[in-house]
């Protein structure tokens, strides 16, 4: 007797399989990463710093690192003189890393490395081959980053909240022919994004805004989702949809048996994705200048 495979551990193995080739290939499991006599926890660390120096908590969010890994891993940096960490003169309770004169000649030595290792795995593969992969790298990358976003609710107002919606205006400004103004209804509307009726959720990825989006009350049972916006780069990895999808569930945990929204005719990519999840287009439901079409679905 056979006994199938499940797809989803079927797919888990391939990832598995990926993972074991490629950090042997990389040289992921030597001690001293690509000849440079740092393991790769150590390089990888040093990489960050000396691409865009941060304060500890960026480089914490970024690499997904635990305080205390990332205070050890500092202090042996620090030990060997490659980098510096200072308190933020705007704010003390913060502290900025830095490279040293060391630390940069040390950077520029692993980035030759690391260049001249990729090469390496291009060497024998034909043109065809070369950009078959690079193709593919490209695509998993922007797949196993959308897999590792997180979906959080925060204050509409806070800093996070306010960088993503800024993006998202400014896309619309560019993309709408007269652009677009907030104007005063941006904070009115804010306002309406917090409980205990409303709620706004941020996607981060390293640390940094991806998406976002809210949920309003505007009527007995009735939620409207606003807001919504994913960066341009992280489109085509469905990360939209499982927004979409975590918005529509936060609308339930509201109270709401049904959503709407609306948008502007120029954003085909949001009515695409509108309608493959369900949504059904409506007559006008409010006062927004810049609405052109309206959706509806039942939640029950």
């Known amino acids: 007797m056979t006994t199938s495979v499940p797809e989803t551990d079927a797919h888990a193995g391939v990832v598995r399989r990926f993972n074991r080739s490629y950090t042997q290939r990389i040289g992921a499991l030597d001690d001293s990463f690509l000849g440079t006599g740092m393991p790769l926890g150590t390089a990888r660390l040093l990489f960050e710093v000396g691409a865009d120096p941060a304060t500890t908590r960026d480089l914490r969010a970024r690499l997904g690192l635990d305080s205390g890994y990332l205070s050890r891993l500092l202090r042996r940096l620090e030990a060997d003189g490659l980098v510096t960490v200072t308190e933020d003169p705007d704010d003390r309770r913060r502290r900025v890393v830095g490279l040293t004169d ?10 030759r490395r690391s260049a001249e290792r990729a090469r390496e795995l291009l060497a024998p593969l034909t043109e065809r081959q070369r950009a078959r992969l690079a193709a593919a790298l490209a695509e998993a990358d922007l797949l196993v980053r959308a897999a590792t976003v997180t979906l959080e609710r925060v204050d509409a107002s806070s800093p996070v909240a306010r960088a993503a919606v800024g993006e998202y205006f400014a896309e619309l400004d560019r993309r709408f022919p007269g ?14 994004l917090g409980p205990p ?31 919504m916006w994913v960066h341009a780069d992280w489109r085509g990895a469905g990360l939209g949809s499982r927004l979409l999808r975590h918005l529509e569930g936060v609308a339930r945990e509201l109270g709401h048996t049904a959503v709407r929204l ?31 079409r309206f959706f509806a679905k039942d939640l029950a």
């Open 102 to 111: 060391a630390g940069r000649a040390r950077w520029d030595d692993l980035e």
């Open 179 to 192: 652009g677009f103004d907030a104007g005063e209804q941006s904070a009115a509307d804010a306002q309406k």
């Open 197 to 227: 009726s409303g709620a706004f959720v941020v996607a981060t990825s390293d640390g940094e805004p991806v998406a976002c989006g809210g949920v309003q009350t505007i009527g007995d049972g009735v939620g409207e989702i606003k807001r």
């Open 262 to 292: 609306d948008t502007n005719g120029t954003l085909t990519e949001a009515v695409a994705m509108y309608r493959r999840a369900g949504y059904l287009e409506i007559e006008r439901y409010n006062d927004n200048p810049y609405a052109e």
